[in-house]
């Protein structure tokens, strides 16, 4: 089965950092990208940034550029997403999701397999 | 304020026909065939119902279609059921600046 689940719920204090993870499985990590997607308590999605599985090629949103850091390591399927200063207003859902592909193609801005999300809670 | 315009909400009676509109510029819906479309339950993780804008992934109904026109897409669910109460998002290819953006997401009462 093709899945991508994510580390569990974070509470946190202002300032503080955090790594959260997203691991892949039933297919070739390396040959697809993962992208990131924050949802606001009570909000829509937003589209934070992308990373490819196989060198680490990593696309910001203008948003989120500087806000946040993309990383992956290969060897064990994983992405992360990285604050290194949390505030308040990052208290959001977050999801992973990989690029959607066919045998022949694929396609931007679409995302079939997501995780099932972290929880982010940032409050003194 | 998100990049693509969409209702808040829209309402159906089952068996009838919605639409659920998706208005972006020239730079991203006007400019790309890269539209899909999301679906989400209360609680739960997006589920890609419409690519490149017209396009079904295996799997899903029919009753669901997704058309454009200049810098409007549109998101066709037919014959309504109760299960097709949800959320739904659009989301469109803006360049390799901007890369991709969402709607602000309309609420699907049946």
């Known amino acids: 089965e093709v899945q991508l689940v994510q580390s569990g719920a974070e509470v946190k204090k202002p300032g503080e950092s955090l790594k959260i993870s997203c691991q892949g499985s039933?297919?070739?990590?390396?040959?697809?990208?993962i992208g990131w997607v924050r949802q606001m308590p009570g909000k829509g999605l937003e589209w934070m940034g992308i990373?490819?599985?196989?060198?680490?090629?990593?696309r910001y949103s203008p948003s989120f550029q500087g806000q946040v850091t993309l990383s992956a390591d290969r060897s064990i399927s994983t992405a992360y997403l990285q604050w290194d200063s949390l505030k308040a207003s990052d208290t959001a859902m977050y999801y992973c999701?990989?690029?959607?592909?066919?045998?022949?193609?694929?396609?931007?801005?679409?995302?079939?397999?997501w995780g099932q999300g972290t929880k982010v809670t940032v409050s003194s | 304020q998100s990049a693509l315009t969409q209702p808040r909400s829209v309402s159906g009676s089952p068996g009838q026909s919605v639409t659920i509109s998706c208005t972006g510029t020239?730079?991203?819906?006007?400019?790309?065939?890269?539209v899909s479309w999301y679906q989400q339950h209360p609680g739960k993780a997006p589920k890609l119902i419409i690519y490149?804008?017209?396009t079904r992934p295996s799997g899903v109904p029919d009753r669901f279609s997704g058309s454009k026109s200049g810098n409007t897409a549109s998101l066709t669910i037919s014959g309504l059921q109760a299960e097709d109460e949800a959320d739904y998002y659009c989301?469109?290819?803006?360049?390799?600046?901007?890369?991709?953006?969402f709607g602000g997401g309309t609420k699907l009462t049946v």
């Open positions: 020239s730079s991203d819906v006007g400019r790309y065939n890269y």
């Open positions: 490149d804008v017209t």
């Open positions: 989301c469109s290819y803006a360049g390799h600046s901007t890369f991709v953006v």
């Open positions: 999701a990989r690029r959607f592909c066919t045998d022949t193609s694929c396609y931007l801005g679409s995302y079939d397999i």
């Open positions: 039933g297919y070739s990590f390396t040959t697809y990208w």
């Open positions: 990373i490819y599985g196989g060198d680490s090629d990593t």
